[in-house]
């Protein structure tokens, strides 16, 4: 497996929460960063959270900033995207990605050769 694997995504209303997780093999896991990446019915695939530096750093959109939180397990070799406040404007498929550079910014896709098939988080009421 070298393709990353997202789960978690669904139907939730706004204000409530959903937690995302990204599972990798070995190789992928050894990554310098991973990256979650949403696209919007109509709108171009965004980078939202990043964690790079093998762990040491994050950064965020500043759609997501204070509500969104990326983290990563080193013993499960899963990263996680913990979502929070959600509005109907989250609604997106959310895709992963991994990426072995250490230069650019972990925001932009073209960093990223390893994706995932995405998983669709719906805000509604």
């Known amino acids: 497996q070298v393709q990353p694997v997202e789960s978690g995504g669904g139907s939730v209303q706004p204000g409530g929460s959903l937690r995302l997780s990204c599972a990798v093999s070995?190789?992928?896991?050894?990554?310098?960063?991973m990256g979650w990446f949403r696209q919007a019915p109509g709108k171009e695939r965004e980078g939202i959270a990043a964690?790079?530096?093998?762990?040491?750093?994050?950064v965020y959109a500043d759609s997501v900033k204070g509500r969104f939180t990326i983290s990563q397990d080193d013993a499960k070799k899963t990263a996680y995207l913990e979502m929070g406040s959600l509005k109907t404007e989250d609604t997106a498929m959310y895709y992963c990605?991994?990426?072995?550079?250490?230069?650019?910014?972990?925001?932009?896709?073209?960093?990223?050769?390893?994706w995932g098939q995405g998983t669709q988080v719906t805000v509604s009421s």
């Open positions: 990605a991994a990426g072995l550079q250490s230069f650019g910014s972990p925001l932009d896709q073209d960093t990223y050769p390893y």
């Open positions: 070995d190789f992928i896991y050894s990554s310098n960063r």
């Open positions: 964690i790079y530096n093998y762990g040491s750093n994050t």
